[in-house]
């Protein structure tokens, strides 16, 4: 099965993902990539007495159709020495610089291998608090991120990207505001991205403008009582300003946690979708929906039954990974091992939408997004319960929620997560993750500092069978990445392509809210935002996204911070 590979989509494997040899000249094809992460992770069918062959073969064809791809360390590592197949972990901070600095180890192998890292630094006593064994005084979550910061900035993920990592602080921690203004300054922690992790309370607060309690972490003790409605302010400053911080809602989050006997979840990996507990792992894959479509005489429809058939292969597929992957640490394997999440999602869904003709701003367009993800939902849980009764449960199943609600064993704690797809949805060449499309014509900066420009494959094919795509139409959209106005174009065409600053903030959001209320995990989705946007726009969705029962939410306001990797037509703001 050969492709005709995208400038982008071969300039990323070439760069990241295919084999290369001592002088780094690249010796291996994507379908021989394939072959090899096919052939790696089917070996794990050998535990279960299972054919590796054939499963080999399954798992191949999955992949080499673009039908489903795993996270990219799978991808990079399956089949070589380093053998690291997980995406995302999180590690635990424990107030005391020997917990600190070991950390910052793991957190160096940890990326060395591939994944990224998300962290709590909420145990951290504040700034300028007592330390009895030097009687001197803390310096606070915030300074001890730049030294992850700055162990991120030597080391690359995998060799062969820049280490990602989450830094998460409590709302009522005393160093919040703090943390909540350090980007400010845009030198400062340049490897994390940050999110604020928001309690019900808080929100209470916010609600009736009440006063909220600032908490020592060292002895509980009360701090001071501040604005809740300041507080909140000045998080919608700083998106405003940075689009940072981003917001996790824990309560939501640990009210979903399924072994809450084992710990809260206070912290997930870089991009927000994935909650874990400290030192847990998890690997993920996406579903191609463009690849899930059937061309009927009324047009292209949801081929229900080719979904029905790749969730199984991708659910094996991934407890397969956690079966066979080498972990970086000791504690993670155990943890991994012992809860064997997966995270099961989807990409091209804008494409998908397109190619059915509905518009991403539309009630249909939530109301597939429930669809949808509630077909996967149903059927990938059906999948790990059925690979329980042959494997057996995840052995921190006694005592989960599953237990206690006297649910059929699952092999897997979680099975559904919507992750962003950056670098997948480059290689299948369809839209990413659930985002609408940014532009119609983009210029992306990839890994070596390369510039990309790309026209939308889906809006070529669609410009072309409607007639439309004129040379005039073509450079225009190339230059400023949006259809011209000056045109005669249907405004059923105009809505069909409307780039995602140009969607309202709300839709955004319900279509996130959407696929959440399907999602074991969470739902990786930037909220973009028109550089013209107020701040209150900004309140409205935070405010939906936490009546909508979303995990968290990220907002960006285009051309608010320097090095956007991703702007419109030749690199024009949107």
């Known amino acids: 099965m050969v492709h005709e590979w995208g400038e982008s989509a071969l300039r990323i494997l070439e760069s990241r993902y295919l084999r290369k040899n001592d002088r780094g000249i690249v010796i291996e094809r994507p379908e021989e990539m394939f072959e090899r992460v096919a052939r790696h992770v089917a070996g794990a069918e050998k535990t279960f007495h299972e054919d590796p062959d054939r499963w080999e073969r399954l798992f191949f064809d999955a992949m080499a159709s673009l039908s489903f791809l795993p996270n990219s360390p799978t991808l990079m590592n399956a089949g070589r020495d380093l053998g690291q197949l997980a995406a995302c972990f999180v590690l635990p901070v424990e107030d005391s610089l020997e917990s600190i600095f070991e950390a910052v180890k793991n957190t ?7 994944g990224g890292t998300g962290f709590s630094f909420s145990s951290l006593r504040p700034k300028n608090d007592y330390v009895s064994t030097t009687s001197g005084i803390a310096s606070g979550p915030v300074s001890f991120m730049e030294v992850f910061n700055t162990a991120t900035d030597i080391i690359k993920q995998g060799g062969t990207r820049r280490g990602a ?17 350090v980007k400010r300054n845009p030198l400062k922690l340049t490897s994390f991205n940050l999110s604020v992790g928001i309690t019900d309370e808080f929100m209470r607060a916010v609600e009736q403008d009440g006063l909220f309690g600032l908490i020592n972490p060292r002895n509980a003790s009360l701090v001071n009582k501040i604005s809740a409605r300041r507080i909140f302010d ?43 507990l400290p030192f ?46 080498r972990y970086p640490l000791p504690q993670v394997e155990t943890i991994t091992r012992g809860n064997r999440k997966i995270g099961l999602g989807i990409m091209g869904f804008a494409h998908m939408l397109i190619l059915m003709r509905i518009p991403y701003a539309s009630h249909t367009s939530v109301d597939l997004a429930s669809k949808i993800m509630s077909f996967i939902q149903e059927k990938a849980h059906e999948v790990s319960c059925e690979l329980a009764v042959t494997r057996g449960a995840f052995p921190n199943f006694p005592g989960s929620s599953y237990d206690r609600q006297t649910r059929p064993p699952m092999r897997n704690a979680t099975v559904t997560t919507i992750a962003p797809t950056g670098s997948l949805s480059l290689i299948a060449g369809c839209s990413s993750g659930i985002e609408p499309l940014f532009a119609l014509s983009s210029t992306r900066i990839i890994p070596g500092s390369i ?38 174009l249907p405004g059923w065409f105009r809505d069909l392509f409307s780039p995602a600053f140009f969607i309202p903030p709300s839709q955004h959001v319900r279509i996130q809210g959407a696929f959440q209320q399907y999602t074991d995990n969470a739902v990786s989705k930037t909220i973009n935002l028109p550089a013209s946007v107020s701040p209150d726009v900004i309140r409205d969705a935070i405010l939906l996204a936490y009546e909508l029962k979303c995990r968290g939410i990220t907002l960006y306001r285009d051309q608010s911070r320097t090095g956007q990797i991703l702007t419109c037509g030749t690199g024009m703001p949107c």
Do not use: Y
């Open 108 to 114: 160096a192998l940890i990326h060395q291998s591939g």
């Open 165 to 181: 990592n989450m830094g998460v602080l409590r709302i009522d921690h005393p160093d919040i505001e703090e943390f909540i203004t």
């Open 234 to 276: 000045l998080i919608i400053e700083c998106i405003w300003n940075s689009g940072e911080p981003g917001i996790l809602f824990l309560d939501e989050i640990n009210r979903h946690n399924p072994t809450p006997h084992l710990g809260s979840i206070e912290s997930t990996n870089p991009c927000g979708e994935q909650p874990l």
């Open 280 to 325: 847990e792992s998890c690997t993920l894959g996406s579903i191609n929906l463009t690849k899930m479509l059937k061309k009927t005489q009324a047009g292209h429809e949801i081929d229900w039954d080719r979904l029905a058939e790749i969730i199984p292969l991708a659910v094996r597929f991934l407890d397969d990974v956690v079966e066979i992957n």
């Open 451 to 488: 510039s990309v420009e790309e026209l939308d494959p889906v809006f070529r094919i669609v410009a072309e069978e409607q007639g439309f795509l004129s040379r005039e139409l073509e450079t225009s959209v190339r230059e400023k990445g949006l259809l011209p106005d000056d045109l005669p």
